[in-house]
């Protein structure tokens, strides 16, 4: 039996995104975030055969488009990538909108204003178009906040560290330079891709943040390690580990997100002050503390990231249930 899926490729500042615009499951569930889990019970196999290897890679990464279940949206999304299903990826939702736009399959109610469902929540969007291509998506995220802060871990080879948590869609152990960590070029991309397993373990033996609002999500999922910028007109780079061995090669809208958060709750960053913040490869988004808000009566933020997208091409991909390797696999 053969499953075909209707994909347009691309990437948000380098970072994949493959929009899977037909071949979508039928999902049960009265929310997004009932369907995300509909979907982990019974189609998987759907997410691993189009993110893994042979049909994706590491850092693969997509998304489903829906009718939402809430009055006074859009569209909902349904995002996959290979550690599962998130509840909000930024850089995927900058290339869903972006190639949901430039083909038709999201018809917004007013131009260059979308409102998104998402499992995290509801988020709100402007957009751009010039010469007929969305030139830039800016995703007003979901309340966001730090979790927790100083977490203390011994990371063997590496030292002691002290970690922050924040959620902005996604929970991330934040790790600022400091004693064995001095800076993302001087760490290196092996070395991430080493100890970023053993801090997200090491942060998780002591802490499991789960959301106030919607128990589903929770756990530290991914770990970003900051630094100071490296070139003019940034405040700040970062590497976001995420899955089990890949590196954001986009700034990351969700961890962005959560690091307006935390530098908010540090005091050092004021609200509407733009925080452009740049990726392992130097790419980039703009960020924003758009409002001071509350989740579920703790401190929080609404963070605004605006980045742009491209489409690389069509992709048909068949899932053929004949082929040893159907299910997708990773080494
Ligand atoms: O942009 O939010 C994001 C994201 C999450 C994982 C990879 N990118």
Redesign the pocket.
């Known amino acids: 039996m053969r499953h075909t899926f209707f994909c347009i490729d691309g990437h ?1 500042a380098g ?1 994949p995104v493959r929009l899977v615009a037909g071949g979508a499951p039928l999902l049960q569930g009265a929310s997004m975030s009932e369907r995300r889990q509909d979907f982990l019970a019974r189609f998987d196999w759907i997410r691993t055969g189009l993110m893994f290897e042979p049909r994706g890679h590491d ?1 693969m ?1 997509g998304g489903f488009l829906y009718p939402p279940t809430l009055p006074d949206t859009d569209a909902g999304v349904l ?1 996959i ?1 290979t ?1 599962g299903c ?1 509840p ?7 290339g869903i909108v972006t190639f949901g736009l430039e083909n038709g399959l999201i018809v917004p109610r007013e131009p260059g204003r979308l409102r998104l469902e998402v499992p995290a929540g509801v988020i709100d969007l402007d957009y751009a178009v010039e010469a007929g291509r969305v030139a830039w998506v800016k995703i007003r995220n979901v309340p966001s906040y730090v979790a927790a802060e100083g977490i203390r871990i011994e990371v063997p080879g590496l030292g002691p560290l002290s970690v922050d948590v924040a959620y ?3 929970y991330y152990a934040i790790v600022e330079p400091q004693g064995g960590y001095r800076g993302l070029d001087a760490l290196g991309a092996q070395a991430i891709l080493r100890f970023s397993p053993q801090v997200r373990a090491l942060v998780r033996e002591q802490f499991t943040p789960v959301h106030p609002l919607d128990p589903t999500i929770q756990g530290v999922s ?1 770990v970003l390690w900051a630094d100071a910028p490296s070139s003019e007109g940034a405040h700040g780079r970062n590497a ?1 580990f ?2 089990e061995r ?1 590196i ?1 090669r ?8 959560a690091r307006l958060a935390h530098l908010f709750a540090k005091g050092r960053l004021k609200v509407g002050e733009p925080f452009v913040h740049e990726s392992f490869i130097k790419s980039r988004f703009t960020g924003r503390v758009e409002a001071v808000t509350e989740l579920a009566g703790r401190p929080a933020i609404i963070p605004s ?1 605006q980045g742009s997208a491209i489409a690389t091409g069509h992709n048909t991909i068949w899932i053929d249930r004949a082929d040893v390797f159907w299910e997708g696999f990773q080494v």
Do not use: K, Q, R
């Not at 909000?88 to 900058?94: A, L, Y």
């Not at 986009?250 to 997100?257: E, F, I, L, Q, V």
């Open positions: 948000t970072n850092m990464s995002f990538e550690s998130l909000m990826c930024g850089h995927g939702t900058i902005g869609g996604n991914h976001v995420y899955g890949a954001d986009s700034p990351c809208g969700t961890g962005t997100s990231v």
